[in-house]
Nanobody
Framework: QLQLVESGGGLVQAGGSLRLSCKAF????????IGWFRQVPGKEREGVLC????????YYTDSVKGRFTSSRDVAKNTVYLQMNSLKREDTAVYYC?????????????RGQGTQVTVSS
């Protein structure tokens, strides 16, 4: 079964850092395009960033530029979202998703998400 599983969320103070993991099961994400998204209850999903097959980063929102980045560990079949200088407005459920081709393509499927809460 093809699956993405996120982990690493939690409660952090504003200004702190968290690293989220997105582990793939049932397939290798070595050359896959993975997007990170977030959603607050009652609001629309917001794209955060995307890591391409050659590990270039495309930001979907300017609000995280300079603070968030992504990387890939092929040996662990995992993509990471490193979040620094966190702000209260970063509070959301974060999930990763497999793009069908490029960072602007549709999503094949996504993980279940992990909650990130930033306190002041």
């Amino acid at each position: 079964q093809l699956q993405l599983v996120e982990s690493g969320g939690g409660l952090v103070q504003a200004g702190g850092s968290l690293r989220l993991s997105c582990k793939a099961f049932g397939f290798s994400l070595e050359n896959d395009v993975i997007g990170w998204f977030r959603q607050v209850p009652g609001k629309e999903r917001e794209g955060v960033l995307c890591i391409s097959s050659n590990n270039d980063i495309t930001y979907y929102t300017d609000s995280v530029k300079g603070r968030f980045t992504s990387s890939r560990d092929v040996a662990k079949n995992t993509v990471y979202l490193q979040m620094n200088s966190l702000k209260r407005e970063d509070t959301a459920v974060y999930y990763c998703a497999l793009h069908t081709s490029t960072c602007r393509s549709s999503l094949a499927f996504r993980g279940q998400g992990t909650q990130v809460t930033v306190s002041s």
